[in-house]
């Protein structure tokens, strides 16, 4: 059975960081790409970036593109979203989640997956 | 960016009858190479994390109940709840897969009438 457990949320103030990390089981770690997605509160689902199984490939969106780094320890079977020059706006339940299958590239495009798998999530509270 | 558009916001439906949410992209998440629809839907209930039911458009996840289906192809696509059960008050997702940035629509809340 896949499980998938976040940590490293917490209260932290404009401007700082967090490093959040997501524990695997239950399958290959290293065959799979892997994702976050938050979820603000009382908010809808954002995808927040993707990384392929062996890490080679990562992707972001706009809003933390710069500021976001998304990493994977395959020895480990462990996922990071290093979280630096936090704003308001970042505060939201952040979600780790299992891709399908692992980035397939064919007729010179990128294929991703949708998630079959998310953990519970872990809150980011950014406030002063 | 492909957005997503989702109808209706909310939906309140009396037990055992049907439920229809909608879900529009704004450009084509058919790839012809391969004949498939990058679209999946998904259901959160409070305080949980979001569930994969519908992958492909239409090839419902293992495990989930044959009253759940999804349907459409490249911009129009819909999830079908055709016998309404009080487990399945939730909000509902689609979510296409076809390009990055991946992207959401805004959640469809189903209740019961």
């Known amino acids: 059975e896949v499980h998938l457990v976040e940590s490293g949320g917490g209260l932290v103030q404009p401007g700082g960081s967090l490093r959040l990390s997501c524990a695997a089981s239950?399958?290959?770690?290293?065959?799979?790409?892997m994702g976050w997605v938050r979820q603000a509160p009382g908010k809808g689902l954002e995808w927040v970036s993707s990384?392929?199984?062996?890490?080679?490939?990562?992707y972001y969106a706009d809003s933390v593109k710069g500021r976001f780094t998304i990493s994977r320890d395959n020895s480990k079977n462990t996922l990071y979203l290093q979280m630096n020059s936090l704003r308001d706006d970042d505060t939201a339940v952040h979600f780790c989640?299992?891709?399908?299958?692992?980035?397939?590239?064919?007729?010179?495009?990128?294929?991703?997956?949708?998630?079959?798998?998310w953990g519970q999530g872990t809150l980011v509270t950014v406030s002063s | 960016d492909i957005v997503m558009t989702q109808s209706p916001d909310s939906l309140a439906v009396s037990l055992g009858e049907r439920a229809t949410i909608n879900c529009k992209t704004s450009?084509?998440?058919?790839?012809?190479?391969?004949?498939?629809?990058?679209l999946a839907w998904y259901q959160q209930k409070p305080g949980q994390p979001p569930k994969l039911l519908i992958y492909?458009?239409?090839t419902r996840e293992s495990g989930v109940p044959d009253r759940f289906s999804g349907s459409g192809s490249g911009t129009d696509f819909s999830l079908t709840i055709s016998s309404l059960q009080a487990e399945d008050v939730a909000v509902y997702y689609c979510?296409?897969?076809?390009?990055?940035?991946?992207?959401f629509g805004g959640g469809t809340k189903v209740e019961i009438k």
């Open positions: 989640a299992k891709f399908f299958q692992d980035m397939v590239t064919f007729g010179g495009f990128v294929h991703t997956y949708h998630f079959d798998n």
């Open positions: 239950g399958f290959t770690f290293s065959s799979y790409a």
């Open positions: 990384i392929s199984g062996s890490g080679g490939d990562a």
């Open positions: 450009q084509s998440v058919l790839y012809n190479s391969n004949n498939k629809n990058y």
């Open positions: 492909w458009a239409s």
């Open positions: 979510q296409q897969y076809y390009d990055t940035p991946l992207t």
